[in-house]
């Protein structure tokens, strides 16, 4: 079964720096693009970044770019998101999503079910 | 930024109504666009990808179409376990972006 599990998650006060995690099992994860997908309490989605299948290619959203960091470990199976100088409005709950082929050009079909971060003094 | 505008916002519908739901991108997007179901309390579900081909497993009452700015998502007979909300994503640039959402109430 496929399956994704998110981890790291939790209440950070503005300005500190998180780390979450995603870990894939049920699929050869190194033949697939991963994505970082968050929504904030009651409203919609939000893509926040992506990681082709070598690392190569990787896509921010602009509300993140040069404050977070995507990365892998494809010897662990393992997708992370290094997030620092964390604001209020990163508060969310963090999907960690497989891509539908090896580059960012490509859909999510299977998602993890999340993990929350709130970032409040 | 690519930007994507879904309409409407809420659909009131009832059992075996027929559903369209329109996106539609800032500028073209080829057929790189897919739909997703997503339930409260749960991880969004895809339904459709390069705009009309059906995920595996996902009930053939749920069609797409279109190309380049204009796309749609219709569901052929409502049944009570598509009252949700969708959204459309595009992802012809790195930065894969979401409509806003639409939400299917019960009428």
């Known amino acids: 079964e496929v399956q994704l599990v998110e981890s790291g998650g939790g209440l950070v006060q503005p300005g500190r720096s998180l780390r979450l995690s995603c870990a894939a099992s049920?699929?050869?994860?190194?033949?697939?693009?991963m994505h970082w997908v968050r929504q904030a309490p009651g409203k919609g989605l939000e893509w926040v970044s992506g990681i082709s299948w070598n690392s190569v290619s990787l896509g921010y959203a602009d509300s993140v770019r040069g404050r977070f960091t995507v990365s892998r470990d494809n010897a662990k199976n393992s997708l992370y998101l290094q997030m620092s100088s964390l604001r209020t409005e990163d508060t969310a709950l963090y999907y960690c999503?497989?891509?539908?082929?090896?580059?960012?050009?490509?859909?999510?079909?299977?998602w993890g079910k999340g993990t929350t971060v709130t970032v409040s003094s | 930024d690519i930007h994507m505008t879904q309409s409407p916002s809420t659909l009131s519908a009832s059992v075996g109504d027929r559903v369209t739901i329109t996106c539609r991108a800032s500028q073209s997007i080829s057929s790189w666009l897919a739909w997703y179901q997503q339930k409260p309390g749960k991880a969004p579900k895809l339904l459709i990808y390069?705009?009309?081909s059906l995920e595996g497993g996902v009930p053939s009452r749920f069609s797409g179409s279109g190309s380049g700015t204009e796309f749609t998502l219709t569901i052929g007979s409502l049944q009570p376990d598509d009252f949700a909300t969708y959204y459309c994503?595009?992802?012809?640039?790195?930065?894969?972006?979401f409509g806003q959402g639409t939400k299917v109430e019960i009428k």
């Open positions: 994503q595009q992802y012809n640039s790195y930065s894969g972006t």
């Open positions: 049920g699929f050869t994860f190194d033949d697939y693009a």
């Open positions: 390069k705009a009309s």
């Open positions: 999503a497989k891509g539908g082929g090896r580059y960012l050009y490509f859909h999510m079909d299977v």
